[in-house]
């Protein structure tokens, strides 16, 4: 069950008294502890039946006993257990997990771990609770993830926001929806997020961006390219070299696939190469631009020139010059 659907469950008082949430991705636990930390139980109820404990300086002893208290003033009572990673001994709650309180909801932050699936712990709390594994989403999730994020909340947001909002920000969950937020306060009767918002309030420039350089080296305006690289170079912190080499891999990674398809339409080969149809335009340019010998070497240089930054065979260089370098190569020796 998804972190959305346990919190729906909740919502409905449709209760277990075992809930697990585990994983890599902090967000989605993070979600349904905030909900049952706030939203389960009324305030003047949470002042007797809500207890939180730390993993770093819980006992094991004491979270069983606040478990198996019956509450009081309600029905239910809320037990969290946060950044239970850090806690020693954690297999031996293992006897209250397999024999819960009803009147008790129990939810468990275990992060960045997993139990063992093979583990008697694992099948227990298969079996008498709720199980959420979570992962971190891949890059390529991130644009419709965020998309339907922002729909949630009743709000549209343009191809090309969309775009700088999650290169600039990466597969950080938190961090998108914190500064989705902060445009959301600013947009007042509007419903649409446009580019012009991203750079206003997250701080991203529409003009001197990884998806701008990735736009000019597809179009080879070697004139562009290297007036962003110089904006880079005099604004460190706005793009560094570790950022713009996997954005101009994946501009020639899903260029290459465009060379295998069969299809003609630019819809279906969005499709098949992974990118959305806003955008299949500036990969077709690419792919006739280059053609499939200068695909192939883009990509060569690409590896050459990564491992260059950080250090093989080019010590001393800057990372300015040798994007520089690098584009020089790459849109002047390919014709």
Same mark, same amino acid.
């Given at each position: 069950?998804?972190?959305?659907?346990?919190i729906?469950?909740?919502?409905?008082?449709?209760y277990?008294?075992i809930?697990?949430?585990e994983?890599?991705e902090?967000?989605?636990?993070?979600?349904?502890?905030?909900?049952?930390?706030?939203?389960?139980?009324t305030?003047?109820?949470?002042?007797?039946?809500?207890?939180?404990?730390?993993?770093?300086?819980?006992?094991?002893?004491?979270?069983?006993?606040?478990?198996?208290?019956?509450?009081?003033?309600?029905?239910?009572?809320?037990?969290?257990?946060?950044?239970?990673?850090?806690m020693?001994?954690?297999?031996?709650?293992?006897?209250?997990?397999?024999?819960?309180?009803?009147s008790?909801?129990?939810?468990?932050?275990?992060?960045?771990?997993?139990?063992d699936?093979?583990?008697?712990?694992?099948?227990?709390l298969?079996?008498?609770?709720?199980?959420?594994?979570?992962?971190?989403?891949?890059?390529?999730?991130l644009?419709?993830? %965020?998309?339907?994020?922002i729909?949630?909340?009743?709000?549209?947001?343009?191809?090309?926001a969309l775009?700088l909002? $999650?290169?600039?920000?990466?597969?950080?969950?938190?961090?998108?929806?914190n500064? $989705?937020?902060?445009?959301?306060?600013?947009?007042?009767?509007?419903?649409?997020?446009?580019?012009?918002?991203?750079?206003?309030y997250?701080?991203?420039?529409?003009?001197?961006?990884p998806?701008?350089l990735?736009?000019?080296?597809?179009?080879?305006?070697?004139?562009?390219?290297?007036?962003?690289?110089?904006?880079?170079?005099?604004?460190?912190?706005?793009?560094?070299?570790?950022?713009?080499?996997?954005?101009?891999?994946?501009l020639?990674?899903?260029?290459?696939?465009i060379?295998?398809?069969?299809? %003609?339409?630019?819809?279906?080969?969005?499709?098949?190469?992974?990118v959305?149809?806003?955008?299949?335009k500036d990969?077709?340019?690419?792919?006739?631009?280059?053609?499939?010998?200068?695909?192939?070497?883009?990509?060569?240089?690409?590896?050459?020139?990564?491992?260059?930054?950080?250090?093989?065979?080019?010590?001393?260089?800057?990372?300015?010059?040798?994007?520089?370098?690098?584009?020089a190569?790459?849109?002047?020796?390919?014709?």
């Amino acid at each position: 069950m998804s972190a959305e659907k346990i919190i729906q469950t909740l919502q409905k008082k449709q209760y277990r008294p075992i809930y697990w949430l585990e994983g890599e991705e902090e967000y989605f636990i993070d979600k349904v502890i905030q909900y049952a930390e706030h939203n389960i139980l009324t305030e003047a109820e949470a002042g007797f039946n809500l207890t939180v404990f730390y993993g770093k300086d819980a006992e094991w002893a004491d979270i069983i006993n606040a478990c198996r208290k019956y509450p009081m003033f309600s029905d239910k009572q809320v037990v969290i257990l946060k950044e239970a990673q850090q806690m020693r001994d954690i297999t031996k709650l293992e006897p209250y997990i397999d024999n819960p309180l009803s009147s008790t909801l129990f939810f468990v932050a275990y992060k960045e771990k997993k139990v063992d699936g093979r583990s008697k712990l694992a099948k227990t709390l298969k079996e008498k609770g709720e199980l959420l594994s979570t992962k971190k989403m891949y890059d390529n999730q991130l644009p419709d993830w %965020t998309n339907e994020m922002i729909r949630s909340k009743n709000l549209l947001i343009t191809p090309k926001a969309l775009h700088l909002l $999650v290169e600039h920000i990466g597969n950080d969950l938190s961090r998108i929806e914190n500064e $989705v937020e902060k445009i959301t306060i600013n947009l007042k009767d509007r419903k649409e997020i446009n580019e012009d918002d991203i750079e206003k309030y997250v701080g991203v420039s529409k003009e001197y961006n990884p998806f701008e350089l990735q736009n000019a080296v597809a179009y080879r305006d070697l004139a562009k390219a290297m007036k962003i690289v110089q904006y880079f170079e005099a604004n460190p912190k706005a793009a560094p070299i570790q950022l713009i080499l996997p954005a101009l891999y994946n501009l020639f990674s899903k260029t290459y696939m465009i060379f295998g398809q069969k299809a %003609t339409d630019e819809r279906t080969i969005a499709t098949n190469i992974g990118v959305n149809p806003f955008f299949v335009k500036d990969y077709i340019t690419c792919a006739k631009n280059y053609q499939y010998n200068g695909i192939e070497q883009a990509l060569l240089l690409l590896h050459h020139y990564n491992l260059k930054s950080v250090g093989v065979g080019s010590q001393g260089t800057s990372d300015a010059s040798l994007l520089k370098e690098m584009m020089a190569k790459m849109m002047g020796q390919f014709r």
